[in-house]
């Protein structure tokens, strides 16, 4: 007999179901990479080379850095996967820059609808998995995290990813990634535009939680004020710091966080 990980069977399952939003998120971050400048590192100095990406792509001219991941290293020249493979102003790789701001809060979003899904068609196996891991049946990012799933799931997301645009050019995937691009750059004007209610003032008794609600909100990456689609997000950025179940509604108001994002969160957290 052998055991059969069957939730992590299930957020690949979801992660198959989500696969063109995966490759419409993806396209619509590439919106942009062609201006940027192409860079190269001459022993520890970065150095811009003069032209942009999008103008080495059009001549056929490899935009991969010789010091850049090795599994990105057999890209076509002026693809998006050479597109990934490039140094960034700050010497990082882009394609380190698309894991952090594509691919990790999609994975960790994939995963929570999976143990969403599990809690309400396999609520038994749900919760002894959960109480196998010492976990709250009810909290799905810190079974998630516990679970260990993100890791190779990021693996398997990249891959979808890579088989889908790796080796269309850049330019392409830009200008399929154009139309979400608008509509995400427009969602985070109207939430900047929007004036941003005063926030009841803290009791005395919160200020340890508060102080780590924004060491967390800091570190987490969400937009700010923090929307809906980003509850997950922060909800496992808050757990990471060590805040109490019971902790997370308390500090909720007092951080830059749209009442819809409240509404999720605290949704998660109440007992069925």
């Known amino acids: 007999m052998f055991d059969v990980d069957w939730m992590g069977l299930l957020t690949r399952e979801v992660l198959r179901e989500r696969t063109p939003a995966l490759i419409a998120e993806s396209c619509a971050w590439a919106v942009g990479l062609s201006d940027l400048p192409h860079v190269v590192r001459r022993g520890a100095v970065l150095t811009r080379t003069g032209p942009t990406l999008g103008e080495r792509a059009a001549d056929g001219l490899?935009?991969?850095?010789?010091d850049g991941r090795l599994d990105l290293g057999d890209a076509t020249p002026g693809t998006f996967q050479d597109a990934l493979n490039s140094l960034a102003a700050d010497g990082t790789v882009q394609a380190d820059r698309f894991d952090d701001e594509v691919l990790a809060p999609f994975v960790l979003a994939t995963c929570v609808l999976a143990a969403e899904r599990a809690r309400e068609n396999r609520p038994a196996a749900w919760a002894e998995l959960a109480e196998d891991l010492g976990e709250d049946a009810d909290d799905l990012p810190a079974v998630v995290r516990s679970g260990g799933w993100?890791?190779?799931?990021?693996?398997?997301?990249?891959?979808?990813?890579?088989?889908?645009?790796?080796r269309v050019p850049l330019i392409e995937v830009e200008t399929e990634g154009l139309p979400l691009s608008l509509v995400r750059a427009a969602e985070a004007v109207t939430r900047s535009a929007a004036p941003a209610p005063e926030p009841p003032q803290p009791d005395d008794s919160l200020a340890g939680a508060l102080f780590l609600a924004r060491a967390a909100l800091d570190?987490?990456?969400c937009t700010v004020p923090v929307p809906p689609q980003e509850a997950d997000l922060l909800l496992a950025a808050l757990a990471d710091t060590g805040l109490e179940r019971e902790e997370v509604p308390a500090v909720l108001p007092h951080l830059p966080v749209e009442e819809a994002t409240i509404s999720r969160i605290s949704a998660t957290l109440v007992d069925p």
């Open 62 to 66: 490899p935009l991969s850095a010789d």
């Open 150 to 166: 993100e890791a190779p799931l990021r693996i398997d997301a990249e891959q979808l990813v890579l088989a889908a645009l790796g």
């Open 219 to 221: 570190a987490s990456g």
